[in-house]
């Protein structure tokens, strides 16, 4: 399963990015997909994830109210809304696909995008 991260760039403090994971694999559809992000120097940081039919969502704490995960299966696209962003949300965006056992952590996704960078200016 390969997996493509766009939407990313710069925003200013209080604004909005839809950040779009896309596949080309006939499975992307059926299987779950979560939203990591990382810092430079710091742990990949769990977001949100969605299951293969569009439910059950799950967000972070940090990110719960601000952030909003969803899929179009007919686009074979996950999304992940991101409102209110502040200058700590700024870091590299991965999509990650098909979790086995805790799907909180990084580990149990066998396939990942290559990032998209969101910054956020104050």
């Known amino acids: 399963v390969q997996l493509v991260e766009s939407g990313g760039g710069l925003v200013q403090a209080g604004g909005s990015l839809r950040l779009s994971c896309t596949s080309s694999?006939?499975?992307?559809?059926?299987?779950?997909v979560g939203w990591f992000r990382q810092v430079p120097g710091k742990e990949y940081e769990f977001l949100a994830v969605?299951?293969?039919?569009?439910?059950?969502?799950f967000h972070a704490d940090s990110v719960q109210g601000r952030f909003t995960i969803s899929r179009d299966k007919a686009k074979n696209t996950v999304y992940l809304q991101m409102n209110s962003l502040r200058p700590e949300d700024a870091a590299v965006y991965y999509c990650?696909?098909?979790?086995?056992?805790?799907?909180?952590?990084?580990?149990?996704?066998?396939?990942w995008g290559q990032g998209t960078q969101v910054t956020v200016s104050s």
């Open positions: 990650a696909a098909d979790p086995e056992g805790n799907w909180r952590h990084r580990d149990a996704y066998p396939y």
């Open positions: 694999g006939r499975t992307f559809s059926s299987i779950p």
């Open positions: 969605i299951g293969s039919s569009g439910l059950p969502t």
